[in-house]
Structures are given as C-alpha cells and as structure tokens.
C-alpha cells in the first residue's frame, strides 16, 4: 500500500474497567495479545494501510503506551551485545512503525470526546479512527477498503460486522439500505447500544472509521448519552441525517476480528492468533487438542 496523506486516531484513554484489576495501573490496550501489546497491532495495521501519522488519544497511565513505541537504547544494546538479531528486530519496530504523537484525554467522557481531542492536529482533513483494543486480523482486509470508499463517495465510513442478535445490546446498531455492491450498504440510522427488540438489524458498528472534518462540530455539540458519555454513535447518527451531505456508508466486514476489551475475546484472541504462529503453534496445537478433548 501507498503512503497515505490520511492521518489515524487512535483513542485509548477508556477506562478499561471490564479487565479491573489488571487494568488499574495500565491501560488496557497495552495487555499483551501473545507477545505485543494490543495496541501495537493496531499501530501495524495503520503503517500498513500506507498510514504514517497516528495520534494516540491517552488517559492516566499514559507513559505506558509512549514509552512501548520509543526506542530503548540499553536494552538495543544489551542485544547487540548478545547477537540475538531476531529480538533486536522485534524490538525496533516497535518505534519505527510511524510517526506517532500523543494526547491526553483529561476526563474519560466517552469515545466522542476522544476523538474530538484530535481536532487540531487532523485540522480540515479526513482521518481514519482505529479502536486501540480491536483487532483486525492482518490476513483479512478492511481498513484500505473503507479509505477507497471513502475517497470515492465522500461518505463517512463505518465497519460493520453481522453479531448474533442477542449481542446487540453491547454495540451501535445500524439501520441499513443496500446499494449495487456487495459488502458496501448505505446506512439510514444508528443508535448505541439499543435493546435487542429495539435494534435496527444485527449489524454492528465495530472499531474502524473514515470521519469528514464535519464531524467535529457535530461532536461539540452532542450531549451525553448512553451510560453519561459523548457518544460517536451519536455524532454519525446526525451525519447519516444529513440529507444534503454525502451520508454515511457501511463497508461490512466478514473476516477475523478480536475485541480485547473482552476478556472471553481476549483469550479467545490470544489462542486463535497463536495457534497460527509459526513459532508457537506446532507445540500449542497438540496440547490445545488434548486439553479440549478433555473438556
Ligand atoms: P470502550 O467502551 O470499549 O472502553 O471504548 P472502556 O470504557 O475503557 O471499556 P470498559 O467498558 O470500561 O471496559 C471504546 C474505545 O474508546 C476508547 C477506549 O480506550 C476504547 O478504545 N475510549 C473510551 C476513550 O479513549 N475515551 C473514553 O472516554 C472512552
């Protein structure tokens, strides 16, 4: 992929409480999915999208995430030193990925508060905002895809993912229209986290946005809504409202996606994806199949 003149935010300054204790003195993007914080998958699947300038939008605990992407000199060092090559490599590229800045929230006020924190640096641009505790596996594509739609139409781009309708509840759910492509709906309406009886379809809105400059006006004025927060839900809903702008668009995504907000994803996550690894999965293999057998 090309380099992109897009910039990404990435929010990360939730408070984490669905993983309390583990998350009272670290962020929860930094939990580690087999052996990189979460967050750097997300940083990866930025730099290989062609995008090279996130802002990370921190809470407390902030130094943990900045202190991951700089460079640790000794500990470069140390395995020069020892010749071990292969760590020294996985080391530094976690601070060579992009150019990444920081910026800390204040007060937790919710999703639509953090992203609005990015309106200086993103200026009058477009920009992509990535959720720092989703993940999208890199063998499945869907960020390059909502960037593409996203310059051809105008729109706003959401991701949106079938979940089994009683899960609903626990996501923003879309109202949708299809159009002549596959994959690709127009969306009517949104609301956050509704009842299962109240819920527009079993389409969730999951953590990948391409977002117009318009959308922080719109943020400035929102109210708190669902659990007292600033919604984002909130601000694309009035977006798809809009009858005289370019609307909102849903690129739905049916590939491999890991929510490690969740503790049962977490681990879920953590297996699936080290399985897969050359590295660890000829030994995890056998004992995962033995271990289920006996379950
Ligand atoms: P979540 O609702 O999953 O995060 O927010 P949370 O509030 O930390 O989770 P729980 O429910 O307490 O466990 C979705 C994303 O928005 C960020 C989170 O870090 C996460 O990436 N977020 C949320 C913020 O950056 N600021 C906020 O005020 C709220």
Redesign the pocket.
């Known amino acids: 992929m090309g380099k992109q003149s897009i910039k990404a935010v990435?929010?990360?300054?939730?408070?984490?409480?669905?993983?309390l204790p583990a998350?009272k003195a670290m962020?929860?993007?930094m939990l580690p999915v087999v052996d990189k914080p979460a967050i750097q998958y997300v940083v990866e699947e930025a730099a290989s999208a062609g995008i090279d300038d996130i802002l990370v939008?921190i809470?407390r605990n902030k130094n943990m995430i900045s202190n991951h992407f700089d460079s640790v000199p000794e500990l470069e060092v140390k395995l020069t030193e020892k010749g071990d090559m292969q760590r020294l490599e996985r080391v530094m590229k976690s601070s060579d990925l992009a150019d990444i800045h920081y910026l800390r929230?204040g007060?937790?006020?919710?999703?639509g508060?953090?992203v609005l924190r990015a309106k200086t640096h993103v200026g009058d641009s477009s920009f992509v905002v990535m959720?720092?505790?989703?993940l999208i596996d890199d063998r499945d594509e869907l960020i390059t895809t909502m960037m593409a739609e996203h310059e051809r139409t105008g729109a706003t781009v959401v991701a949106l993912m079938e979940v089994d309708p009683s899960q609903i509840h626990m996501y923003g759910a879309a109202a949708v229209e299809a159009t002549d492509q596959d994959g690709i709906v127009r969306v009517t309406g949104l609301v956050e986290k509704p009842a299962q009886e109240d819920a527009p379809s079993n389409l969730a809105i999951i953590?990948r946005y391409v977002l117009p400059p318009a959308v922080f006006p719109i943020l400035e004025r929102t109210e708190p809504g669902k659990g007292g927060?600033i919604q984002l839900t909130d601000a694309l809903q009035e977006l798809a409202a809009d009858s005289d702008g370019p609307g909102v668009v849903g690129v739905i995504f049916r590939g491999r996606r890991y929510d490690t907000?969740d503790r049962v994803d977490y681990i879920k996550a953590i297996v699936q994806l080290a399985t897969d690894r050359d590295d660890l999965g000829a030994d995890l293999r056998p004992w995962l199949k033995e271990f289920s057998a006996g379950l």
Do not use: C, M, V, Y
Not at 107 to 111: I, V, Y
């Open positions: 990435i929010p990360a300054a939730g408070l984490g409480t669905r993983f998350t962020p929860k993007e939008i809470g929230q007060e937790p006020k919710g999703l508060h953090a959720l720092g505790d989703d953590g927060e907000g």
